[in-house]
C-alpha cells in the first residue's frame, strides 16, 4: 500500500450546461484522517467527491496527487449512495475487483472469505448480490471497495436510506478501515453520524468550500455563519 | 383439415423411419443455421456492447442504421450475396455459390443487424446500472464489454436465439445463393418450397412441423444448458 497520499486541489470548477456547479474549490487534503464533507442537498459533495476520485472532470483548475496517477489511481476505491450491485453472487461481486488485478483464484478465494466475514455476510457468500437487502448491498458495496485494501475511500451518503441497525454496522466497519490506515473522505449531511465519525470537516455550500477545519473545531467554533446555521439545523441554501 | 392430418402423419412417418433425405436435409439446415449464429453472434455481441458502451459522433446514425437492417428483405441479401460470389463478381474465385458456405454468408448478412440490435437495447440498459462502478473501478475498455456481456448473458441468449430462429426460417436468400440442389444445398426451407411447389402439400407440411419441431428443440436445450429459469433471479 502507499504509505503517503496526499491531494492538491486548486482553482477547481466544474461547470455543467454553463452552470456553475463546482468551484472555485481549492484545498490541501493530507494523507490521513477522516474527512467528512458536509453540506446541504446540491451543494457539490457528490461532485467534489467524484472529481478528487477522477470520475468526474473538471472545467477548468487542477487536481493533483502527491503521488503518480496511476498510482493514485489503483489505491483509491469509491462508495455510491445507491450501491451498485453487479448480477452475480455475493462472493462474485467481491472477487471482481480482485479478478481486475489478475490475482490466483486461490488468493481471490481467500480474501473473498475474509472480507465477507469482515463485512458480516459470511453466510450468503452465494446468494444473488441484487437480493439483498438495502443495509447488506451497502455493506457488500463497502467490502467491495475494501478488498483491495484502498490507501484513500470516497464514500457518498453511503448511510442515507439505513436504519439504526445498518447505519451502526457501516460505521463499525469504516473505523475498522480508519483504523487500519485508511484515508477516508466521506460527503454526508447527517450531522450525528459527521460528529461520530469526523476527524475534520469540509463544509460545502454553493458549490464552494465555505468551511475547512478540525471536527472539534467545526462543531464548537463554526466560523461562518452559514456553517452555523448548519449546525443549529436551519435550512441554508 | 385434411392436408394437415396427412401432414401430421407425414412428419411422423419420416421421423420414426428415420428417412435418409430427411435427416441429411435436417443435420444440413442446423449445420448452416448454427454456423451463422456462431459467426453473427461473434460479430453482434461485442458490436452491440460496444455501441452501448462508446459515445461518437455519428453513434445516433449507426443505432438507427442497425436498427433499420433488422427488416432486411432476404432476398435482396440473396440477390446481393448472388452477385459477389457468382463468376462475374468480386469473390467469383473463390467458387462459393451454390455452397452451404454461400448460405452461411447470406444468413450471417441478415441475423447480425438483429441480434446485435437487441444487444445493444439489453447492453445500454445494463450499462446505464453499471457505468458508475465500472468507471470508478479504473476498468479497460475490453473489461467493460467483457463484464456487460457475462452479466446480461440471459439477454443475449434472448437475442441469440431470435437470430437462430430467423436464420432456420429464412427462404428466400438461401434458394437464391444456395439453389436448392438435392445432396448439397437443400435444408428444410427450401424443401418445403419445393414440395409446395409440386403439389405435394402433406410432405410440405411434415417438413413444416419437423423445422418447428426442431426449433423448438434447440430453444429448450440452450435455455436448459443454460439454466435460465433455475438461476434468472436477478
Redesign the interface.
Given at each position: 500500500m502507499v504509505s503517503e497520499m496526499s491531494l492538491r486541489l486548486s482553482n477547481a470548477h466544474v461547470l455543467r450546461r454553463q452552470k456553475r456547479i463546482l468551484g472555485p474549490v481549492s484545498l490541501d487534503l493530507a494523507s490521513e484522517g477522516f474527512t467528512i464533507v458536509l453540506g446541504p442537498n446540491g451543494s457539490g459533495k457528490t461532485t467534489l467527491l467524484k472529481v478528487m476520485?477522477?470520475?468526474e472532470r473538471l472545467s477548468s483548475g487542477e487536481i493533483a496527487w502527491s503521488v503518480p496517477d496511476d498510482i493514485a489511481?489503483?489505491a483509491q476505491?469509491?462508495v455510491?449512495q445507491t450501491p451498485?450491485m453487479?448480477?452475480?453472487t455475493v462472493a462474485q461481486n467481491l472477487a471482481?475487483?480482485l479478478q481486475?488485478q489478475s490475482l490466483s483464484r486461490t488468493e481471490i478465494t481467500t480474501r473473498v472469505v475474509e472480507c465477507a466475514k469482515r463485512i458480516g455476510l459470511a453466510d450468503a457468500l452465494e446468494r444473488?448480490a441484487?437480493?439483498l437487502s438495502g443495509g447488506e448491498k451497502q455493506k457488500l458495496a463497502l467490502g467491495r471497495a475494501l478488498i483491495r485494501e484502498p490507501r484513500v475511500l470516497f464514500l457518498d451518503e453511503p448511510c442515507a436510506n439505513l436504519d439504526g441497525r445498518a447505519t451502526r454496522e457501516i460505521e463499525g466497519l469504516l473505523r475498522d478501515a480508519h483504523a487500519h490506515g485508511t484515508r477516508i473522505i466521506m460527503a454526508t449531511h447527517d450531522l450525528g453520524q459527521a460528529r461520530r465519525l469526523a476527524t475534520d470537516v469540509l463544509f460545502l455550500l454553493g458549490g464552494q468550500i465555505h468551511e475547512q477545519s478540525p471536527a472539534s473545531d467545526f462543531f464548537r467554533r463554526p466560523v461562518t455563519s452559514e456553517a452555523s446555521a448548519f449546525l443549529q439545523g436551519d435550512i441554508v441554501e | 383439415m385434411d392436408e394437415i392430418w396427412d401432414g401430421v402423419v407425414a412428419a411422423f412417418r419420416l421421423i420414426v423411419t428415420l428417412d435418409p433425405d430427411l435427416v441429411e436435409i435436417t443435420l444440413r439446415s442446423l449445420q448452416v443455421s448454427l454456423t451463422a449464429l456462431l459467426i453473427a453472434c461473434s460479430i453482434a455481441l461485442p458490436l452491440g456492447t460496444w455501441l452501448a458502451i462508446r459515445r461518437f459522433r455519428y453513434r445516433r446514425a449507426v443505432i438507427a442504421t442497425l436498427n433499420a437492417l433488422m427488416g432486411l428483405p432476404p432476398v435482396v441479401v440473396g440477390l446481393i450475396v448472388y452477385l459477389l460470389l457468382s463468376r462475374a463478381g468480386p469473390f467469383g474465385v473463390l467458387g462459393l455459390l451454390f455452397t452451404p458456405a454461400a448460405m452461411i454468408i447470406a444468413q450471417v448478412i441478415i441475423i447480425t443487424p438483429l441480434i446485435a440490435s437487441i444487444t445493444h437495447q439489453a447492453m445500454r440498459e445494463?450499462w446505464a446500472?453499471?457505468h458508475?462502478?465500472l468507471?470508478?473501478?479504473?476498468?479497460s475498455k475490453g473489461?467493460r464489454v467483457k463484464?456487460l456481456l457475462w452479466?446480461?448473458r440471459r439477454t443475449l441468449l434472448t437475442a441469440s436465439l431470435a437470430g437462430f430462429g430467423r436464420g432456420i426460417g429464412e427462404v428466400g436468400a438461401i434458394m437464391i445463393v444456395g439453389g436448392n440442389i438435392e445432396h448439397a444445398t437443400r435444408v428444410l426451407t427450401t424443401a418445403i418450397a419445393l414440395e409446395t411447389g409440386k403439389g405435394d402439400f402433406a410432405l410440405a407440411l411434415g417438413l413444416g412441423f419437423i423445422l418447428i419441431g426442431l426449433a423448438l428443440a434447440i430453444n429448450f436445450a440452450i435455455h436448459a444448458v443454460s439454466r435460465t429459469e433455475r438461476e434468472g433471479?436477478?
Open positions: 476520485h477522477g470520475v489511481r489503483e476505491a469509491y455510491f451498485v453487479l448480477r452475480r471482481y475487483p481486475l444473488p441484487p437480493r | 445494463l446500472e453499471y458508475d462502478l468507471i470508478s473501478l479504473h476498468t473489461q463484464t452479466d446480461g433471479r436477478w
